[in-house]
């Protein structure tokens, strides 16, 4: 059986430079690097101190070059490769290894110069914002391309066909509706609504989105907004799971009537929620998506297409 | 610029080395008259590239190693055009494959035409499963004979395969026809469009250069004589770089857009490209100006200075709005634009007009 290549590894490591600069270790960093690796090992005979601060990679060592010390005499009760340790007693004062440790300069975060404070990192990185909005917002198209393999399937069985079977097409939605939970529940996230929205007015068209906020029943912000066959419905809400949420926040029902309501009008809805678990009867009638910098396109797809 | 004459013997991963050291710094050669006037900025003919030195070692490790190399970097920065450039300097055949959102792991390998078997089904007899297999570029690349004729004789049983009646036709056929046999560079573009699925589901035909056409049952391997796709020949026994350079050089561009998944990532040299700076961009008009035959005079190398400085303000405004600015392509159309119609930064309307069409594509400011 054919499988894939193992993943980068030392192997490519030597044989790069063995190829490329055998008698050049300066340039050794650099292709370990190039292949992934950061280095800590310190050339054999070189004191750590005289490394400058950019890793080093030591070169293979053949086995005839190695030269095993003499072992120490083992004691009685201590382990075979570790030395034992002795722990200060309580008062005492703790070895110098624990005390002679060099304090890092102070260094503001990047952009605080002057004071400021740093610029708002939004939640779904920028360079990866537009695919996960678009794989949040795609809606099944009727229009996909034939399904061949349906197509002779039903030809081989002499079965009549009435409508040319279709592949499942999916694209971006032409209305799309953004709801914002205003509730406390999301007071930490109301900066980065803002970024979102434009985001998503860049990936859909400016004309087909339409925002409403709310606070407590979604419903209403989409009645406001206005729901129709093939709008994608995107909701940024705690889905009342924090503290702070009220007693109509926490209730589960103001989303299963949203749910409701979106299926009546033949449309789809995505919750983006600051949350990465939630409760499986939520889970079961909503397509939800954590909103934080770890999300990937291929859980939107999932968790889209799954009830899709 | 002429292509590096054709080898009939497969190289090893040392002349591939030497050969890149030779090439990197070599400036293009004028062109016959004509043959370059008209090409615009994006065109991935291999003619010119730049290659700095952190670039030229990510390369050189993935020749050695075998591995596909990543690169990427905002649009511009020259990622999609490095393909075309180290095929022609090295003298190998190129196949490229741009990749989209609906871009499945298959298309790269081959595609089957049911529809058109469907429609032959009426009127034919036996129908040859074959005729109807159209090969991928990366299977052009690991065997290009076999992906000629179809993957006629690459059958597991070749008794039961019916005869093909057609040879397939050579992506980039005219540039591939001088090029060597043994060895090939696949650029596959943009990989980042592509579903997260396609990137996990290339792992092992990158890595080995084998697949099944499941239609056919054709087993696409390398061919015997040919070195292996990822890996050159056996380095067991040759000195250091005397083994085979490998057979294919997988070249793969992303925006970022997604992120790749890990076990993608981890059999990839991947590479960033920064994007270049107002001295590197006049260096690539310089390349391009050498390349159509042309030595600038002084009031065009005044407009290239004025337009590599503004392009790359331009980026880095657009930048700090979190949007992307202009890339190498639109810097050189707005060069040539700016010679032909003879626009100079003195005429600040019609110049403002100009880096507004081309660099600043009609944009306000952000």
Known sequence: MTQARPPIGLGDVFQAIAAIAPDEPARWADIAAVLGFVATHVLPGKPAADVPGEAIIAPPTRPRDIVLAPAAPRQEGSLPVLAPVSLPSPGEPPPPFLVEVETLPHEPPAGAAGGEPPPLQPLWPVATTPSLLRAAVVMPQADGEPDVGALVDALARRRGLQRLPRRQAWSIAHDVVLLQDLGAGMDAFIEDMEPLLHALRQVAGRHAVRDEAFVGRPLEALERAGCHRGTAVVVLSDLGLGRLATAEERDPARWFELADAVARAQARLTVLTPWERWPAELAARLSLVTWDRGTAVAQVMHAVRQHG | ?366
């Open chain 2, 1 to 366: 610029m002429k292509d590096k004459p054709l080898t009939q013997q497969p190289m090893t991963v040392a002349e591939v080395l030497q050969q890149l050291d030779a090439q990197r710094d070599l400036m293009p050669e004028p062109a016959a008259p004509g043959v370059h006037e008209r090409a615009t900025g994006d065109v991935r003919d291999g003619a010119v590239y730049l290659m700095d030195d952190p670039l030229l070692l990510a390369v050189k490790v993935a020749v050695t190693t075998g591995r596909p190399l990543l690169l990427t970097g905002d649009p511009g920065t020259g990622k999609s055009s490095l393909a075309a450039w180290l095929a022609a300097r090295l003298g190998w055949r190129y196949y490229e494959h741009v990749v989209t959102g609906r871009t499945e792991a298959n298309d790269l390998l081959w595609q089957f035409d049911t529809v058109r078997k469907l429609g032959d089904a009426s009127g034919h007899g036996e129908l040859a499963d074959s005729d109807y297999v159209q090969p991928g570029v990366l299977w052009w690349a690991v065997d290009r004979e076999g992906a000629r004729r179809r993957g006629v004789g690459l059958q597991r049983d070749v008794q039961a395969a019916a005869a093909g009646r057609s040879e397939a036709a050579e992506p980039q056929a005219d540039v591939n026809a001088t090029r060597s046999p043994h060895h090939a560079v696949v650029l596959i573009d943009e990989i980042d469009k592509a579903d997260p699925d396609v990137p996990n589901a290339l792992l092992v035909p990158l890595g080995s250069g084998r697949f099944t056409v499941r239609e056919t049952q054709a087993v696409v391997a390398p061919a015997a004589a040919a070195p292996a796709p990822g890996r050159g020949g056996r380095a067991r026994g040759k000195a250091p770089g005397q083994q085979a350079a490998p057979g294919m050089l997988v070249v793969i561009t992303s925006n970022g857009e997604r992120v790749l998944p890990p076990a993608f990532l981890r059999r990839c040299v991947v590479h960033h490209l920064d994007a270049p700076d107002p001295a590197r961009l006049e260096a690539i008009a310089a390349a391009h100006a050498l390349l159509e035959g042309r030595k600038p005079d002084r009031k065009e190398l005044a407009r290239v200075k004025q337009l590599a400085q503004q392009s790359v303000q331009l980026r880095e405004e657009f930048a700090r709005a979190d949007r992307k600015g202009s890339g190498t392509a639109e810097f050189l159309d707005a060069v040539r634009a700016s010679r032909e119609l003879g626009i100079g930064p003195d005429q600040q309307e019609h110049w403002d007009q100009l880096v507004s069409l081309t660099l600043r594509k009609g944009a306000a400011r952000p």
